[in-house]
Structure formats: structure tokens, C-alpha cells
């Protein structure tokens, strides 16, 4: 079982950027997967960005590719999002969440989630 525990979140203005870490604990394996998922009001969970713990391979939403960063720290467990470029409509709780096995884009294939953190891009 692992814990994920996100932070980072808070208000920037639209265009303005945010790092978004997700500390992992627990079991941690290579062959994991820790995927970035946002939830916006009224609005379906939806896929942000993902990467595995043993491989640099990282993979992202066509909305977010050029903007956003996704990265790891083996030794720290961590996984990081940088998100550049912000706009109003990205504005969601974002989670992070870790699967095993094979790449998914599907919240419904995440076993253990972390609490979410709150990102509002406004001016």
C-alpha cells in the first residue's frame, strides 16, 4: 500500500506558474506508475500527466504538452508537476495518484490516491 500526500497548490493569476509535489510513502516499486489527475466543479476527473519511478518515460495530456512538466526524486519519493502558463479554466483540485503495471489514462484503474490540492488560477 503507499500514502500520497499532494502539495503546492494555492492562487496564481492566469499565466502564472505552480509546482505541485506529491510525497509518496509506503511500499514504492520500479514498476510503478504516478499519474497527475485534476477535478474541476461539475466536471469529470480528468488526465494531466504521468511517469513511471524506474524510467525517465513521461506522458501528458495534449491540453498541457509544452506547458507542463512532470518529475520525479527517487531519493525523496516525490513527484513533481510544473505547471507554466496557467489559465482559468485549469483551475481544479489536483491529485496525484499511483497505479501498477501498465500505463493508464483511466482515474478508474488508480488504486491509491492522495487528498488532492486546491489550484485556482484567477486574476
Known amino acids: 500500500q503507499q500514502q500520497l500526500v499532494e502539495s503546492g497548490g494555492g492562487l496564481v493569476q492566469p499565466g502564472g506558474s505552480l509546482r505541485l509535489s506529491c510525497a509518496a510513502s509506503?511500499?514504492?516499486?520500479?514498476?510503478?506508475?504516478i499519474t497527475w489527475f485534476r477535478h474541476a466543479p461539475g466536471k469529470e476527473r480528468e488526465f494531466v500527466a504521468g511517469i513511471m519511478w524506474s524510467t525517465p518515460y513521461t506522458y501528458y495530456a495534449d491540453s498541457v504538452k509544452g506547458r507542463f512538466t512532470i518529475s520525479r526524486d527517487n531519493a525523496k519519493n516525490t513527484v513533481y508537476l510544473q505547471m507554466n502558463s496557467l489559465k482559468p479554466e485549469e483551475t481544479a483540485v489536483y491529485y496525484c495518484?499511483?497505479?501498477?503495471?501498465?500505463?493508464?489514462?483511466?482515474?478508474?484503474?488508480?488504486?491509491?490516491w492522495g487528498q488532492g490540492t486546491q489550484v485556482t488560477v484567477s486574476s
Open positions: 495518484a499511483t497505479r501498477l503495471g501498465t500505463r493508464s489514462y483511466s482515474s478508474a484503474d488508480y488504486a491509491y
Open positions: 509506503g511500499r514504492t516499486f520500479s514498476n510503478y506508475y
